[in-house]
């Protein structure tokens, strides 16, 4: 079968994009605004460059149209900590995805305890065991769609300390994001 994206809506490319191109990597995203910290999901965010370490997150409209307040955060700041998060986290990811108004403190309401790492940087999920410190590199707009596309230059890597030994090995368990369900418990197989 094949399929042209102009015949379907909207909501039906995603469902195909979403459950085809997976695992993806889930970004839980904290910012700060005017009100404090704000914290959201994102899967349509991927590694774009190592030089300079590089993340795409691609971020659409908000339901009343209009930036979303991870949007309106980091275009007004410039600042965005990515936390990684496991899969004893996925119910709050869902939870922190609601649409809030602006200022309402996700991780507040949700009981979700958040950690300082480094001052000039948003705080990250405290129990998680990865997160990127970044700020933002370039904004791009693309043609013929309302998503804001956002590269976030990776300015310092946080790891817990047990998932990371002095060779820079990393070893996380991330959860990802398939369709509109979670992806836990991948298994790497080394060929
Ligand atoms: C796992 C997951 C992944 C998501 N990925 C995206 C995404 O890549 N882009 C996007 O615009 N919204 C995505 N959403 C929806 C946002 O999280 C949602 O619109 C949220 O309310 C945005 O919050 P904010 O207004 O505080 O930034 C995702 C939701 C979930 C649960």
């Known amino acids: 079968m094949v399929i042209d994206p102009q015949s379907l809506d909207v909501g039906t490319v995603y469902k195909l994009m979403s459950n085809t191109i997976f695992p993806r990597p889930i970004a839980w995203?904290?910012?700060?605004?005017?009100?404090?910290?704000?914290?959201?999901?994102?899967?349509?965010?991927?590694?774009?460059?190592?030089?300079?370490?590089?993340?795409?997150?691609?971020?659409?409209?908000?339901?009343?149209?209009?930036?979303k307040d991870t949007a309106k955060n980091i275009l007004l700041h410039s600042k965005a900590t990515i936390s990684l998060a496991d899969d004893h986290k996925a119910g709050l990811i869902d939870a922190t995805a609601e649409a809030f108004a602006y200022g309402v403190n996700e991780a507040e309401k949700f009981g979700i305890a958040m950690a300082k790492i480094a001052d000039e940087y948003p705080p990250c999920v405290a129990d998680a065991k990865a997160a990127l410190l970044c700020s933002?590199?370039?904004?791009?707009?693309?043609?013929?769609?309302?998503?804001?596309?956002?590269?976030?230059?990776?300015?310092?890597?946080?790891?817990?300390?047990?998932?990371?030994?002095?060779?820079?090995?990393?070893?996380?368990?991330?959860?990802?994001?398939?369709?509109?369900?979670?992806?836990?418990?991948?298994?790497?197989?080394?060929?």
């Open 29 to 67: 995203i904290s910012t700060e605004g005017e009100t404090g910290v704000n914290l959201a999901p994102f899967s349509y965010f991927i590694p774009v460059s190592s030089e300079p370490p590089c993340v795409m997150v691609s971020i659409g409209q908000s339901e009343e149209g209009g930036l």
């Open 136 to 191: 933002l590199h370039q904004e791009v707009s693309l043609n013929g769609s309302e998503q804001i596309i956002l590269f976030l230059k990776i300015d310092a890597f946080y790891y817990a300390d047990e998932v990371v030994d002095e060779r820079y090995n990393v070893k996380l368990e991330n959860i990802g994001r398939v369709g509109r369900d979670y992806l836990v418990d991948a298994k790497r197989m080394k060929v």
